[in-house]
DNA sequence: ATTTTTTGTAAGGTTTACTTTACTTTTAGT
DNA sequence: ACTAAAAGTAAAGTAAACCTTACAAAAAAT
């Protein structure tokens, strides 16, 4: 799975930290996900939908691995 | 985190058993995800927004406790 | 009513998400 | 160039997802 979670964050001009702290999560795990190292549940993609207004879709997608 | 997995279910006329076959996990995943018992990797609700054909925030939605 | 299918639930095990702490590297500001 | 902020990475621990096997309960079919 890809995500665009840099690109959102650039458009909100938010920090890794910033917005571990909007969601909840340590800044360590923004990292993570960003970096594709690891999947996030299904909680943590609806709030990263909610925080950037978009659809998870628009920030998750399905690779062929998946 | 509340879903609407039983009624995708019944609208597109599948068993447990034949989703977790179409998702690629087990049976007791689909029983456990859709009785709110734990919450799937975003990996599973795209899939599961794929095969229903709507979104994923139509699926999965955000409670208070999220 | 009996059989078959579907759903619910439980135990035990493996994998992985997510945490904290901490350090290095890169980028940005002055 | 120096400093500060941001991002990247790592190790070790905890919590939770997801697995398999197995069985009970409920619903559907005949």
Redesign the interface.
């Known amino acids: ?1 890809k995500n665009k979670l840099k690109i959102y964050r650039a458009i909100k001009n938010v920090t890794q930290a910033q917005l571990a702290d909007e969601i909840g999560v340590s800044r360590q795990s923004i990292n993570t996900i960003e970096k594709g190292k690891f ?9 990263f ?2 925080f950037f207004e978009v ?3 628009e920030i ?3 690779e062929d691995n ?1």
Chains 1, 2 share one sequence.
């Open positions: 799975m999947v996030p549940s299904t909680v943590l993609a609806l709030k939908a909610r659809a998870v879709e998750f997608s399905l998946d």
